[in-house]
């Protein structure tokens, strides 16, 4: 091992009143250094010399230099000496050439630059609804991820132009997916585009689209709320993570559901009806056909929708790649007036019927009145 502070940390580390001080906007360090031995030996950390010829530069013992570069590792301060591309070609890296000086500032010595691309590169995402996640396939695809598999039935609109910026006036009238499929090959032809070209109805409709992929997204708006609770029953059953994403008036939100490990969408719905009761009243009045879904919940606007899948991609990729942990919490919230991110516990309740005890394999969803229902009876958290 030699191991290497990062350039980037190194530019920033200054030494005064005996004080070692690197503070940048991801890491903020003080290392006390009365004699100035710790500067010395940061400053023989360039990949050059292993722990013993350290420990004879620096008039060290070994044990001090390990314990050192165990701390500086452990602040992600060194970068790894490995050169393996893993694979990626020439190509790949020249393409992909500022998203290495991106993690760089991320890798450690166990894990270069390099494997975090090929992760993704090896990874398959299914998006769900490809109005906005239309738009977060473009950040998908852009980024490298190996296989998308993109869902939707619907034609493009007039007024599908005032956000989902893939599309162009004369794709008016063609399939989504259609079209989707064209312009992410155009713009990446190394990476595998898939499209189907369906209308998600059921837990059963989808189970076939999710069950082979490492990730799912649903962003799906119509029927509100039922659409995620079906994708929601397939990814349990097949124990896919997925994240769910919407936008509403004042505020945009993100979840992932981690099977088993977070609560699920049906979890989070009893927990919203035990805070407000009348919660899904006006879900209910769009089902029985009394309220227009598009007036109500869906105020899109390009900005909004563009933020949103923005942070999501950042999410997806933060999973696939793990060069950083992903939110502390599942859920979060953005505050569209001031943009500020708020995160949220989504909690396993004991009751859900589709990740609880009573769960059955494989079922569609309790119908929604159903869970309004279990959701107003006394429930137990996990
Ligand atoms: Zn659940």
Redesign the pocket.
Known sequence: MRPKLKDFYRNHMQAADQVIRIQTDLVRLEIPDPNGIIYRFMNQLTGLYTIEELAELCNLTEEDVKRGVSMLHNHKLLESDATDTYGLTQRELQRYRNNFTFYSVHESMLENRYLFQERLKHSSVAILGLGGGGLLATWLAAMGVGKIVGVDHDRVELNNLNRQILFTEDDIGKHKTDVIRERLQAMNRDIDVQVVNRQIDSAHSVKDIIKDVDVVVCVIDTPPVQASRYVNSACIQYRKPVFHAGLRHGSGFMYRVVPFET??T??LCMQSIRRNSKVFDTIKSISNGELDSHLFLNPSFAPNVSLLTSVLASEIAKYITKYSPMFPLPYTKINLQDMRLTHEEIS??ED?P???RSRVIGAEPVPLDALVKLGTEKMTVK
Do not use: Q, V
């Open positions: 609560g699920c049906d979890c396993r309740i859900c589709s990740c609880g």
